[in-house]
T-cell receptor, first 115, second 114 residues
Framework: DADVTQTPRNRITKTGKRIMLECSQT?????MYWYRQDPGLGLRLIYY???????NKGEISDGYSVSRQAQAKFSLSLESAIPNQTALYFC??????????????FGEGSRLTVL | AQSVTQLGSHVSVSEGALVLLRCNYS??????LFWYVQYPNQGLQLLLK??????LVKGINGFEAEFKKSETSFHLTKPSAHMSDAAEYFC????????????FGQGTRLTINP
């Protein structure tokens, strides 16, 4: 089983719908991250969390919200999806020592299409 | 501000040939540098990293990269390409402030021709 699990792996939805992407991890890491990948743009950070009570905005947080339900669970929500949120979304985790140097462990991704 | 530029969004080589993926960075302080690989339908995984010490770093699957401060480069190489190396490769840079400051390049898709 994957250490970092994302659900759903694929989702097609319509403009205006609320969508939640979920991430759970068994690595025991305290730090969790949500990234968005667009062709030709690499990965961009949406939100990150250092623990359950510490949540921070990333580079492109507008239109997104997150919830850290437990150390092992970090969810990303799109309150009202729009077509330009069509992308591949990745959850990543790290611990303190590795995060200091920027090392991350990624899930397999959730592909979201907004029509 | 940091930035990363990967030269070439697509690189195609023959099986057995040299693989060279180029990465240049800008950083106002000594950087930490990474190469991540994304195989089809999978998440990114760390290929290798430079933090301090030896400037030539070796990673998994026969890949290596050399940190050249004077050229602000961190190019990824492999002497002999294998079909299983077909993937997308991302160069990334961060500072000591941590993973939330990690900046990714645009990615280079590597195709291996039989």
């Amino acid at each position: 089983d994957a250490d970092v699990t994302q659900t759903p792996r694929n989702r097609i939805t319509k403009t205006g719908k609320r969508i939640m992407l979920e991430c759970s991890q068994t690595k025991g890491h305290d730090r969790m991250y949500w990234y968005r990948q667009d062709p030709g743009l690499g990965l961009r950070l949406i939100y990150y969390s250092f623990d359950v009570k510490d949540i921070n905005k990333g580079e492109i947080s507008d239109g997104y919200s997150v919830s850290r339900q437990a150390q092992a669970k970090f969810s990303l929500s799109l309150e009202s999806a729009i077509p330009n949120q069509t992308a591949l979304y990745f959850c990543a985790t790290s611990d303190y020592d590795r995060s200091v140097t920027g090392e991350l462990f990624f899930g397999e991704g959730s592909r979201l299409t907004v029509l | 501000a940091q930035s990363v530029t990967q030269l070439g969004s697509h690189v195609s080589v023959s099986e057995g040939a040299l693989v060279l993926l180029r990465c240049n960075y800008s950083s106002s302080v000594p950087p930490y540098l990474f190469w991540y690989v994304q195989y089809p339908n999978q998440g990114l995984q760390l290929l290798l990293k430079y933090t301090t010490g030896a400037t030539l770093v070796k990673g998994i699957n026969g890949f290596e990269a050399e940190f050249k401060k004077s050229e602000t480069s961190f190019h990824l190489t492999k002497p002999s390409a294998h079909m299983s190396d077909a993937a997308e490769y991302f160069c990334a840079v961060s500072r000591i402030q941590g993973a939330q400051k990690l900046v990714f390049g645009q990615g280079t898709r590597l195709t291996i021709n039989p």
